[in-house]
């Protein structure tokens, strides 16, 4: 049930004029923020745009060098986030930060734990997690071990952690990225929840359709500054969108078929197996074609094999069984290198631990993976001048916003470490492109511009293997989709008759098999 807003609920949070500098960069100019207590108020904005940076301000993380934060009415500074904490602010962040060989009351409790005679009390533990539960509907079971929860679940640890300290605004990064529709749906109840309790949230995404549907109202931030307020209940998608970026968007979907005969890829009962002694499969007996100018998209609850089926493409994990080419080669013993240099590009899912140095210069992210390869080499050495002069190259063509080649890749925001990466692995021209989360995190327009990309690529005959947590990106980019569940391929749709519904029923076993509303 959706619960009004009352517009005459005192302010929860007021910023005012907030600026914060970084060495050659304004990331926050004269921010203005007006949250209401007992309120969803989503922040919405294109990559870079100073979302991250004003909630890390916020947060304790950063202080301001200009303006003022107010709580309740009052002025508040902020040396660390355990002012924030202190003062009732909480952030679940976008990646979990769960133990998951630790229980679900030893993961809330944590750095606060409640103690008697010197040892933890789990009663009063117990007892206060399952009040907090009880009365924000969370559903959480304190003796449960986090490995055995779903994603969804976790999430809902992550808001129990920091209601038990005592939160009583929230700050939500991007909290529905890895959630199927039904989870989400789960995850507005539960916000409504806290709103019928008086507690006040803020929300940042990329969804604007999914921002449209929990925000009490919105503030739209572009390039460090605010541009405007808007109301959710006269304000589409499309409009929102318009504000964050300035620009109408293109959409993904691409119905017209670029699919050839050829194939790029073939999978023939794939196994991988646990790395330890005796594991069990992680990818269970997969086949899969991949064609030219083909989008093979793979659907499938986090945790379900895809990481693991990646891995083995790019030959970061060894085969247990079945057979691997490209085109018509057996690439099941090559090293990655080999196989990066046979074309096969690579967007990983995680950018940090697999795409990038951090400390590195822009430049010498660029040449990552292809420094064996023109124009990374000169001979038997590194070209840095030609690096540098096409890493300003893709740094134009796909608005990687920078200072320059020579910036570290750990002061771009996420977006544009992103965009970064996919015109790394475009320039390349690979014959097969290996493309798991590739928007993840990005706003509309980056979105937007990435899809083009993959829709321009598709069409001049690159085969393309997409695992997206998005879904209704996979709908609208595939011409194939297999759903995993367990390491194993349970279903395969036709992308143009399937719901993201029945899509999202298919990826957590709800319904079984090709399922005739969505089967090619």
């Not at 030893?106 to 005679?117: A, F, I």
């Not at 391929?489 to 509303?517: I, N, Q, W």
């Amino acid at each position: 049930m959706e619960i009004p807003l009352n517009e005459s609920a005192p302010l929860a949070v007021e910023l005012r004029g907030i600026t914060k500098r970084f060495p050659g960069v304004v990331a926050n100019k004269d921010i203005e923020l007006r949250v209401r207590r007992g309120e969803v108020h989503a922040i919405v904005g294109e990559n870079g745009a100073g979302k991250s940076t004003l909630m890390k301000t916020l947060y304790g993380m950063h202080r301001p060098d200009e303006g003022q934060i107010l709580l309740d009415g009052k002025p508040a500074t902020f040396r660390s986030p355990a002012d924030a904490i202190a003062a009732g602010i909480g952030m679940v962040h976008q990646h979990f930060m769960l133990a998951d060989n630790f229980t679900v009351l030893e993961n809330v409790v944590l750095g606060s734990e409640p103690t008697k005679g010197g040892r933890l009390d789990r009663g009063a533990a117990r007892s206060r997690i399952q009040e907090i539960s009880d009365n924000y509907a969370l559903g959480l079971d304190p003796d449960s071990l986090v490995e055995d929860l779903g994603v969804g679940d976790r999430q809902r640890v992550e808001i129990a952690k920091v209601l038990y300290r005592g939160a009583t605004t929230l700050i939500l990064d991007e909290p529905t990225a890895v959630l199927v529709p039904q989870e989400v749906d789960e995850l507005f109840g539960n916000l409504a929840e806290l709103k019928r309790e008086g507690l006040t949230v803020i929300f940042i995404s990329h969804k604007l359709d999914e921002v449209r549907k929990v925000a009490d109202s919105i503030t739209v931030i572009r390039r460090g500054t605010t541009v405007g307020t808007a109301d959710p209940r006269t304000t589409s998608a499309k409009e929102l969108a318009e504000m964050m970026v300035g620009a109408e968007l293109p959409v993904a979907a691409t119905r017209e078929s670029t699919v050839r005969e050829a194939p790029v890829l073939r999978m023939r009962g794939v196994t991988v197996t646990a790395a330890v002694a005796g594991g069990r499969s992680v990818v269970d007996d997969v086949t899969l074609t991949v064609r030219e100018g083909e989008v093979v998209g793979i659907a499938g609850v986090e945790g379900n094999g895809q990481a693991e089926l990646v891995d083995a493409i790019m030959g970061l994990r060894p085969l247990a069984a079945g057979e691997l080419r490209l085109g018509d080669e057996d690439i099941a013993q090559w090293s990655t290198r080999r196989r990066r240099e046979g074309g096969i590009g690579f967007v990983p899912e995680d950018r940090h631990r697999q795409g990038m140095l951090l400390d590195a210069p822009l430049w010498e992210n660029r040449i990552l993976g292809h420094q064996t390869r023109p124009p990374a080499v000169k001979g038997f050495f590194i070209d840095r001048r030609a690096a540098r002069a096409d890493t300003a190259r893709i740094m134009r063509e796909y608005d990687v916003r920078a200072p320059g080649p020579d910036t570290a890749a750990v002061a771009l925001s996420g977006g544009n470490q992103q965009k970064l990466i996919v015109g790394r692995e475009m320039s390349a021209h690979p014959r097969l492109l290996v493309a798991a989360h590739p928007t993840r995190g990005v706003d509309v327009g980056a979105q937007a511009g990435i899809w083009e990309l993959l829709k321009d690529a598709r069409a001049e005959g690159m085969g393309i293997l997409l695992v997206s947590a998005d879904l209704d990106e996979l709908i609208s980019l595939s011409d194939t989709l297999h759903v995993m569940l367990r390491g194993a391929l349970v279903a395969t749709l036709d992308p143009r008759r399937v719901t993201p519904e029945e899509l999202g029923g298919h990826m957590t076993g709800a319904v079984r098999g090709d399922d005739s509303a969505g089967a090619a």
